[in-house]
Structure formats: structure tokens, C-alpha cells
């Protein structure tokens, strides 16, 4: 069974660096697009970062620039490099993966992870 393990949220103070890490754990054979998504208490669920199998990535105009999407597909794992933390990132931050495994092409969620920045 297929499962993205999450790990690196925590606290942090505001101008601070966090690392999230999200990696597949179970037979894949292959992965296309991942990314990273956030919710907010009361708000919806928003796209943070994405990344292709090739590499192109897309980020959310608020974190632009700040916040950095990488993935090591020998390790089928992404990461989500988080500097100048501000309050407002502040969420339940969640992995997404589009994969190939023995049940053929799925998208999976990861469990969550709590960032919070602390001003």
C-alpha cells in the first residue's frame, strides 16, 4: 500500500528556516507530478509548491521566492526548502503525489505536517 510519509514541520520563530520532507514509501514505478499544499484553521486548502518529473516547478505567489521545491527521484522524495517564515505560513502543510503504482496512476495524500511560525 502506498504512503507519503511526511517529516520536518515544527516551530519556528518568524525570519527562520523549516525543511519538509515527504518520501513514497512502497513499490513505485513511477511518479509524475508532486507538490505541496497547506491549510490554514478556517481556510482552504491551497497550493504551495509543484514539481514535474522533469524538473519545471510552480509556487504560490505568497511564498515565492522564499520557499524552494526539490525532488530526488532515485529516493522518490520531495522536499520543500522553507526560509524567511512568516506567521502567516502558519498551517498543516500536506504532500501530493501523482504515482504509478501496482494499482496503476493514483494521487496520494501525505498524513500532514504542522508548521508554525512564531512572531
Known amino acids: 500500500q502506498v504512503q507519503l510519509v511526511e517529516s520536518g514541520g515544527g516551530l519556528v520563530q518568524a525570519g527562520g528556516s523549516l525543511r519538509l520532507s515527504c518520501a513514497a514509501s512502497a513499490s513505485i514505478f513511477s511518479i509524475d507530478r508532486m507538490g505541496w499544499y497547506r491549510q490554514a484553521p478556517g481556510k482552504q486548502r491551497e497550493l504551495v509548491a509543484l514539481?514535474?518529473?522533469?524538473?519545471?516547478?510552480n509556487y504560490a505567489g505568497s511564498v515565492k521566492g522564499r520557499f524552494t521545491i526539490s525532488r530526488d527521484n532515485a529516493k522518490n522524495t520531495v522536499y520543500l526548502q522553507m526560509n524567511s517564515l512568516k506567521p502567516e505560513d502558519t498551517a498543516v502543510y500536506y504532500c501530493?503525489?501523482?504515482?504509478?503504482?501496482?494499482?496503476?496512476?493514483?494521487?496520494?495524500w501525505g498524513q500532514g505536517t504542522q508548521v508554525t511560525v512564531s512572531s
Open positions: 514539481i514535474t518529473s522533469g524538473g519545471s516547478t
Open positions: 501530493n503525489a501523482e504515482l504509478l503504482a501496482t494499482t496503476g496512476w493514483k494521487n496520494y
